[in-house]
């Protein structure tokens, strides 16, 4: 399987499943390094939230790390390099993408041209084989525009006629539609996070943007948030293992899935009662100041740099997710796996401790010095 993004915070937890399954030979991954030893490098970091040492070196013969750019023509990949690709892999996973949600340029270069450099690649693959097994898309809620009070099923997402959040999501929606319109006779499945933040089994994260925000909003003395709006928050190791289980089942019933929480989704209040159950600070609820925020974030996003004008940028960002009660239905994943993703609060208030106790930096360790062993054959 060739992956895209398997070097990133959801990439990592992927690789790590695909890799905990016997049937998974070898996986390809692209990688934005100058040569294999910064790509381990690279990899070592993503995986060490889920692997020790002694595990990773074990991880990397079936491992075969390629250099390269989303962006760049052929995805930067070497004719011996893509030549390979085209000619061994059965499937292709794409994962990665910018959430620069504030640039659009970033947005374009990795999350358009980026896919349809892939899709240009899986178009190859499948004429060069005679088939694909399947194309993957990690896509997002995102897709499905300005919203209020609905709960989303993957059929009704796609409305051209609704405005969207951001240029992420308007480049994620756009990417998903040229997956449709250039390869319509690929089997394929997409899927669809919301908002992923934290982990159900562990406090610790590689990830903080959200983290920081959400941390931030508690500890506030009140919040732009009516008491009944739903938060569709999903923990990586439900969004992770089942982006690599949807691609590794021989049979899929549908072609597009919400990873998210549905129906279960945290409840505005009940998260409310979890931070004062839990002895943390419990945030006043007053939707009226939702202009108010919008205003200073706005207006303090463009001072000069620094944590000010950091926590009002992420803000203005991820208000939105904070404040629209809309839920995206995962009926057909929980149908698929036979499992949900752990309630929110349920392990949030873990990872809000541990996170401010790093200061939003996650403790890196440096890659036992060894032989590096080569990628099977």
């Known amino acids: 399987m060739f992956v895209t993004g398997g070097t990133g915070y959801l990439g990592s937890y992927v690789v790590n499943r695909l890799l905990a399954d016997p049937s998974v030979e070898r996986l390809t991954l692209l990688s934005r390094a100058r040569d294999r030893a910064e790509g381990v490098e690279k990899l070592w970091r993503a995986l060490q939230l889920h692997v020790d040492a002694d595990a990773f070196y074990e991880m990397l013969p079936r491992i075969e ?3 390269g750019d989303l962006s760049a023509p052929e ?8 030549e390979r690709v085209v000619s061994e892999h059965d499937a292709v996973l794409h994962i990665a993408a910018s ?9 374009f270069n990795a999350n358009l041209r980026g896919s349809l450099s892939v899709i240009e690649l899986v178009r190859e693959l499948a004429e060069r084989q005679g088939g694909i097994r399947r194309y993957g898309v990690v896509s997002t809620t995102a897709v499905s525009g300005q919203r209020e009070h609905e709960v989303v099923t993957e059929d009704a997402s796609i409305d051209w006629d609704r405005s969207d959040y951001d240029p992420y999501a308007r480049t994620k929606k756009f990417a998903e539609h040229m997956t449709h319109r250039l390869l319509p006779d690929v089997p394929k499945v997409i899927m669809r996070p919301p908002t992923v ?6 406090p610790e994260t590689t990830q903080f943007d959200m983290v920081r925000v959400t941390c931030a909003m508690f500890d506030l003395p009140a919040v732009p948030v009516h008491p009944d709006t739903r938060l569709d928050f999903v923990p990586a190791d439900f969004v992770g293992p089942a982006i690599a289980e949807l691609m590794l089942k021989p049979e899929l019933r549908w072609d597009t899935y919400h990873l998210s929480s549905g129906e279960g989704a945290a409840v505005a209040r009940d998260v409310h009662a979890a931070l004062v159950a839990e ?9 009226g100041l939702f202009p108010f925020f919008e205003v200073v974030s706005n207006q303090l996003a463009g001072a000069p740099r620094g944590k000010v004008s950091l926590f009002a940028s992420l803000v203005k960002v991820f208000l939105p997710y904070f404040t629209n009660d809309v839920v995206f239905d995962n009926t057909r994943v929980v149908e698929e796996l036979g499992r949900r993703p752990a309630p929110f609060m349920s392990y949030f208030p873990a990872t809000y401790r541990w996170a401010k106790s790093v200061r939003f930096t996650y403790p890196y360790r440096p890659l036992p010095a060894r032989d590096l062993p080569r990628a099977a054959e």
């Open 99 to 107: 959430l620069n949600r504030k640039s659009s340029k970033a947005c």
């Open 197 to 202: 933040m934290g982990d159900s089994r562990f």
């Open 65 to 67: 790390l390629v250099t």
């Open 279 to 287: 002895g943390l600070h419990a945030p006043r609820m007053m939707p």
């Open 75 to 82: 995805l930067g990949l070497s004719k011996t390099e893509r």
